[in-house]
T-cell receptor, first 112, second 114 residues
Framework: GNSVTQMEGPVTLSEEAFLTINCTYT??????LFWYVQYPGEGLQLLLK?????DKGSNKGFEATYRKETTSFHLEKGSVQVSDSAVYFC???????????FGAGTRLTVKP | DSGVTQTPKHLITATGQRVTLRCSPR?????VYWYQQSLDQGLQFLIQ???????AKGNILERFSAQQFPDLHSELNLSSLELGDSALYFC?????????????FGPGTRLLVL
């Protein structure tokens, strides 16, 4: 089946540290890949996306590259801030129905 | 603000009862999706509607049903509620452009079954 596996949390970092959250996927066909972020008490917001192999999505200093050969879409940020504390979800979407499958989420806490 | 609205924000009810959650999609969006977020199951896709018709079904229980009305708002009906149905229920919407499309999420309805 189609699914996403992301690294288990929680992840705790100090401000200005480098962030990597791993995400790998299993899919039939060629999915689009997404990272969503959920701040406390809020719904999910799109952070970035990539629709084909080797595409790089980027937003607010976050980046992720669609790697077909390793079926991965790891999220990175060079220098995290306290305001980045949230839960991050990796997801895939299949073109036919736009039905989205989410990973389990990774809680990030950034300490000053 | 995503433009997707959900009501109510919070709902407290008892086991065996029935509730209705409401979602208004972003203006112009034809697709509505429902998700359940719980601590043990994570974020689970329940069902998708496109322009009033059911398009895709996920892990939706038979006790749950949904519909999308001509004005494109959607309702999720949960019946014979159990303690385990306590969760956050999110609605998302997307437009009518070419797939894949970004889904925009509402703030959620928090359901507590006592």
């Amino acid at each position: 089946g189609n699914s996403v596996t992301q690294m288990e949390g929680p992840v705790t970092l100090s401000e200005e540290a480098f962030l990597t959250i791993n995400c790998t996927y299993t899919a039939t066909g060629y999915p689009s890949l997404f990272w969503y972020v959920q701040y406390p008490g809020e719904g999910l917001q799109l952070l970035l996306k990539a629709t084909k192999a080797d595409d790089k999505g980027s937003n607010k200093g976050f980046e992720a590259t669609y790697r077909k050969e390793t079926t991965s879409f790891h999220l990175e940020k060079g220098s995290v801030q306290v305001s980045d504390s949230a839960v991050y979800f990796c997801a895939l979407s299949l073109d036919r129905t736009n039905d989205m499958r989410f990973g389990a989420g990774t809680r990030l806490t950034v300490k000053p | 603000d995503s433009g997707v609205t959900q009501t109510p924000k919070h709902l407290i009810t008892a086991t065996g009862q029935r509730v209705t959650l409401r979602c208004s999609p972003r203006s112009g969006d034809l697709s509505v999706y429902w998700y359940q977020q719980s601590l043990d199951q994570g974020l689970q896709f329940l069902i998708q509607y496109y322009n009033g018709e059911e398009r895709a079904k996920g892990n939706i229980l038979e006790r749950f049903s949904a519909q999308q009305f001509p004005d494109l708002h959607s309702e999720l009906n949960l019946s014979s509620l159990e303690l385990g149905d306590s969760a956050l229920y999110f609605c998302a919407s997307s437009g009518k452009g070419s797939l894949p499309e970004t889904q925009y999420f509402g703030p959620g309805t928090r359901l507590l079954v006592l």
